[in-house]
């Protein structure tokens, strides 16, 4: 019997407003996440952890953690968050002041533990910009974690991504030091993926050898404007969350993310009938 998987789910870019306001006039993403937190609590198995990897708040203000904590009392899981760009690190400090923070003031990175996976959440956010970028703290803080337990495999998660996914008014508010991370990374062979957000929209390529995600969001997704048609632009698509899971295989064992969409869907209904024939 293979041994049970660690299963993270990653929920991204909330952009929780005060109570009654729509985001950009239009939409309602306390009640997307409303839906993302009730196909949370129904996945079978449980997800031993949620990370929510940033713009948990828009604006940001007091009153948006405030609705934002509100929202999220209905999730039955454990739950860790970093900041995105729409946040403010003393009010997120505030809105959470029991979260493993690794520094008293600054950046608020984090370790968590999930069996024998260590999780390493990284602070990317900039004070009033859109882009990101990792602090030497967080740099030396990042690369001591991973030095100080190198036979334990370990995910990576930050709000901005550390390439250019062809979007081009993303790509100018991406991780700006992706290089530095990349050579610690390097360093490191116990990363085994790196999960970000900040798009709104899955993605996936390599980093320094190793997997880097963008978690789609529960609301709505920048516009896959490859061919740079439009100013920049969102759209309402199928929303949905990411659930990476880990199974203890050999080395470092193995990771494998699942797009999970967010909704009520036909099915599941059965392929085989009683006599074993495809219906
Ligand atoms: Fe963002």
Redesign the pocket.
């Known amino acids: 019997m293979p041994q049970k998987p660690v299963l993270i789910a990653q929920i991204s ?1 909330l952009h929780i407003k005060p109570p009654g306001s729509l985001a950009y006039g239009r939409v309602d993403t306390a009640a997307a996440l409303e839906r993302c937190v009730a196909a949370l609590n129904e996945f079978a198995p449980k997800p031993d952890l949620v990370v929510i990897s ?2 948990l708040a828009d604006t940001p203000t007091i009153e948006e953690y405030e609705h934002l904590k509100r929202l999220l009392h209905s999730l039955k899981l454990p739950f860790v968050g970093i900041p ?3 946040d403010s690190r003393e009010l997120m400090r505030a809105a959470f002041p029991r979260a493993p923070y690794a520094f008293s003031t600054g950046p608020l990175n984090q370790k968590a533990e999930a069996d024998g996976l260590d999780l390493l959440l990284l602070d990317s956010s900039v004070r009033g910009k ?1 882009h990101g970028e990792l602090e030497a703290v967080t740099l030396q803080w990042l690369e001591a974690t991973l030095a100080a337990a190198p036979n334990r495999p370990a995910l990576l998660f930050l ?1 901005h991504p550390p390439f250019q996914a062809g979007i081009w008014h993303m790509d100018r508010q991406n991780l700006l030091n992706a290089g530095e991370l990349a050579s610690i990374v390097r360093r490191h062979p116990r990363v085994q993926l790196i999960a970000t ?2 798009v709104h929209r899955a993605t996936l390529t390599m980093l320094a050898g190793v997997p880097v995600t963008i978690c789609p969001a529960p609301n709505h997704a920048v516009d896959l404007d490859l061919a740079q048609l439009r100013e920049p632009s969102f759209k309402v698509e199928p929303p949905a969350f990411h659930l990476h899971c880990w199974f203890p295989d050999e080395g470092f064992g193995r990771v494998v993310t699942h797009q999970v969409p967010i909704g009520v869907f036909d099915g599941p209904h059965l392929f085989f009938g009683p006599d074993g024939k495809l219906l």
């Open positions: 870019d940033g713009d995105g760009n729409h859109p709000h957000g900040h």
